[in-house]
């Protein structure tokens, strides 16, 4: 049966389960849902991100899982909204994405709080356990890094429970390339 925009029922059924899955990443990223994010991404995934002022590059479900872990650990605040998905199919099993993130990350080590927006492009596989994110890469349409307002009182921090602590964090700068003038990328 076809739907009047063209879609099967399966496609529609389809659509939903990969705007779930985008959605379970952003839940996971800002919870500290290690286990339930490994299981989002395909064994090969590849990961490209170009921030402000960095650039990482990932190969791999276990990396992408060591890199978040590291990165949105129990220091830090984040949060990840993705907006207005457009997904298409370029095959029954694989499907392509573009999200509209708009994220914080208050990082009271390093006393920064950066907001920003980017857009990412993503690439969907269909697996016996249900479609992946197989490729993911985002492109900032704006960051703005700030230091933490001294006024700023943190209320309630629940990566502070739920993130990795100091002693079981990675070093992720073998995945990142930092760049001081992001202009030129």
């Given at each position: 049966?076809?739907?009047?925009m ?15 899955l985008?959605?379970r ?16 991404f ?20 276990d ?10 650990n129990?220091?830090v605040?984040?949060m990840?909204?993705g907006?207005t998905?457009?997904i298409a199919f ?7 994405g ?5 994220d ?11 907001v920003?927006?980017?857009l990412y ?10 479609w ?6 985002y492109e ?10 001294p006024?700023?009182?943190i209320t ?17 700068s073998?995945?990142?390339?930092w760049?001081e003038?992001a202009?030129?990328d």
């Open positions: 049966m076809r739907i009047a063209g879609y099967t029922l399966e496609q529609l059924s389809d659509l939903e389960e990969i705007r779930q985008k959605a990443y952003f839940r996971c990223i800002d919870t500290g849902n290690e286990a339930e994010l490994a299981t989002l395909t064994d090969d995934v590849t990961i490209d991100l170009k921030g402000g002022g960095y650039r990482l590059q990932v190969s791999g479900r990396e992408m899982v060591e890199f978040i872990g590291s990165s949105f129990s220091d605040v984040a990840h909204h907006h998905p457009e370029s095959s029954p099993d694989e499907a392509r573009t999200w509209y993130l708009q914080r990350f208050i990082d009271p080590v390093r006393n920064t709080d950066t920003g927006s980017s492009y993503d690439t969907y596989r269909r697996t016996p356990d249900g992946k994110i197989a490729a993911s890469e900032r349409v704006y960051e703005a890094v700030t230091p933490i307002d006024a700023m009182s309630a921090h629940l990566l502070a429970r739920t993130g990795r602590p100091p002693e079981r964090r990675a070093d992720t073998r995945w990142l390339t760049h003038d202009t030129n």
